[in-house]
């Protein structure tokens, strides 16, 4: 498809499980977003990526939460050891340019994450 | 600490009227505002957006004003429609460090448009 691409789209887990998030951008999209969309909350800012490397990671909640993006294209989130807190929907996006006032951030449509 | 505050969890117009959605912000750094549209089940949308160097922007049925000195905008949807219906989400950013390529959201209002 053209647009951003999210898998799965919502997951079942127990506490202290392991989960990877997996987010396909738009092709030629060199910056990407993690952003997480907690119950009743506008989404939050987690990650950013330009190509490969991770920009700013300034918004990962704590070392339970890692991301990558290996060939500057696909991106896993990576969420170790599970708690019921981390239940959200996690949203992805993708821009051509990083700066938010001259490029449109488009989102996929979300992994929701339920943590029993 | 929000930076971002929408006050009104929902909103409920007729068709055909308008709708006025509102949005503060408290840092004063933000300097570039948007409006996104998100529907169940779908990630938001990009609406419409607005430079601080400009007080109105418009685009279609859709305007959104902005007033820096009392920190608020808002969006303004003329004539509403049915289709409308959905949760809107005001977002802020600095042009300037990680704000320039961070979006800082509102908690979002959630429209009904009723026919």
């Known amino acids: 498809g053209a647009g951003v691409s999210q898998t799965p789209s919502n997951k079942v887990t127990e506490k202290g499980k392991y989960v990877e998030l997996r987010c396909d951008p738009i092709?030629?999209?060199?910056?990407l977003y993690w952003y997480r969309q907690s119950l009743g909350q506008g989404p939050e800012f987690l990650i950013y990526f330009q190509g490969t490397g991770a920009a700013d990671d300034s918004g990962l909640p704590n070392d339970r939460f890692f991301a990558v993006r290996p060939e500057g294209s696909v991106s896993t989130l990576k969420i170790q050891r599970t708690e019921r807190g981390d239940s959200a929907v996690y949203l992805c996006?993708?821009?051509?340019?990083?700066?938010?006032?001259?490029?449109?951030?488009?989102f996929g449509e979300g992994s929701r994450l339920t943590v029993l | 600490d929000q930076q971002v505050k929408q006050n009104s969890p929902s909103l409920s117009v007729q068709e055909g009227r308008i709708s006025i959605l509102n949005c503060d912000y408290t840092n004063s750094m933000f300097d570039y505002f948007l409006w996104y549209k998100k529907y169940p089940a779908e990630g938001p949308t990009f609406l419409i957006s607005i430079s601080s160097i400009k007080d109105k922007n418009e685009d279609g049925r859709f305007t959104v004003f902005l007033n820096k000195s009392a920190k608020h905008l808002s969006l303004h949807i003329v004539p509403s429609q049915p289709g409308d219906s959905a949760v809107y989400f005001c977002?802020?950013?600095?042009?300037?460090?990680?704000?320039?390529?961070?979006?800082?959201f509102g908690k979002g209002t959630k429209l009904s448009v009723i026919p």
């Open positions: 996006a993708s821009s051509l340019n990083p700066q938010v006032n001259t490029g449109e951030l488009f």
């Open positions: 092709s030629g999209h060199t910056a």
């Open positions: 977002a802020a950013s600095a042009s300037s460090g990680a704000g320039s390529y961070q979006l800082t």
